[in-house]
């Protein structure tokens, strides 16, 4: 039993989940037992596995990085003072975080970084917040701006930089890829009702064309998305009654389906083989393939 929100939540891949709790720490559920692995007051908004890691980033410019099947923990910090929303990476050990305005990436695990400024040449910046990687391309999304917001996408070989979708009046608050063929955006904001799930396809990139997934309901903003073995899931914020929805994604046919609720927002979602987690404001929900389910208050 928690009796604070958590932030962020991963799948590691192997079994276990890794949920972040709000001025507790890192927690490892596995087989339905829970064990705390790291203290850490700041709180961790982003949890990534990249290779055999767990990276994971928060307020003030806070990383942790995980080895040894998340047994050994180390803490650093970025050279900024932001609030640090996304962290991504691949399979061959490329990780992408970011300041405000800043990329970090890092081309051995985290062993050292580089600093690239993609808005270096705009006059007023976005702020980002949120990343996804592909072998060639740094997808970047914005914080809601009425010039530049949206999503960039940073040429990893030769530094170019596009805006293929402009946003005026949303953030774009999740990316991933699908199989390295399609796009899926997360997007929304604290007023109205412009939530959207998003995709495009990623192999032709001369003409970027996002088509939405239809949804029973509407949403302020869809808050992550997560994907495993070609499942996605979505989370979102809040509603009017105080609860938040979890969707299953089908991209192939422009689809949302509601599969659960958590109360208060639903900050981060992650899933594994048939079940998830999510990491809400006022309780963190597992469930499982059978419909177990953990309900962390």
């Known amino acids: ?10 799948y590691d891949g192997e079994g276990s989940y890794y949920l972040a709790v709000k001025g507790e720490g890192i927690y490892r559920f596995y087989n339905g037992q829970f064990k705390k692995v ?37 803490l650093a910090h970025l050279p900024t003072k932001a609030r640090v929303w996304s962290i991504t990476g691949s399979d061959e050990n490329i990780v992408a975080t970011h300041g405000q305005h800043t990329i970090y990436l890092s081309e051995n695990a985290g062993a050292s970084w580089r600093t690239i400024k993609p808005f270096e040449n705009l006059k007023n910046k976005p702020t980002i ?8 391309f740094l997808f970047i999304g914005t914080q809601i701006h009425s010039l530049y917001g949206g999503i960039w996408m940073y040429s990893l070989k ?34 109205g009702r412009r939530g959207k799930i998003e995709y495009t396809p990623i192999l032709t990139m001369e003409r970027w064309v996002f088509k939405e997934c239809k949804s029973p309901g509407t949403e302020s903003c869809y808050l992550d998305l997560s994907e495993h073995n070609g499942e996605i899931y979505a989370s979102s914020t809040q509603n009017r009654q105080g609860f938040s929805n ?33 990491a809400g404001l006022y309780e963190s929900k597992y469930v499982g393939c059978k419909k177990d389910m953990f309900v962390l208050h």
Request: with cysteine; glycine share 12%.
């Open 158 to 191: 030769t530094g170019s930089l596009t805006h293929i979708n402009k946003e005026e009046k949303a953030m774009i608050s999740s990316l991933l890829t699908l199989n390295d063929s399609y796009l899926v955006v997360a997007k929304g904001s604290s007023k």
């Open 1 to 10: 039993m928690f009796h604070k929100g958590a932030t962020s939540v991963v």
């Open 246 to 278: 979890i969707y299953s994604v089908d991209v192939y046919n422009s689809a949302l389906h509601q599969c659960e609720t958590v109360k208060g927002h639903g900050f981060r979602v992650a899933n594994g083989e048939q079940d998830f987690m999510v």
């Open 129 to 136: 917040r949120s990343l996804c990687i592909t072998s060639h």
């Open 38 to 74: 790291l203290t850490i007051g700041n709180r961790i908004l982003s949890l990534k596995k990249v290779g055999g890691n767990l990276f994971g980033v928060g307020d003030d410019g806070t990383m942790i990085k995980g080895t040894d099947s998340g047994e050994r923990w180390n």
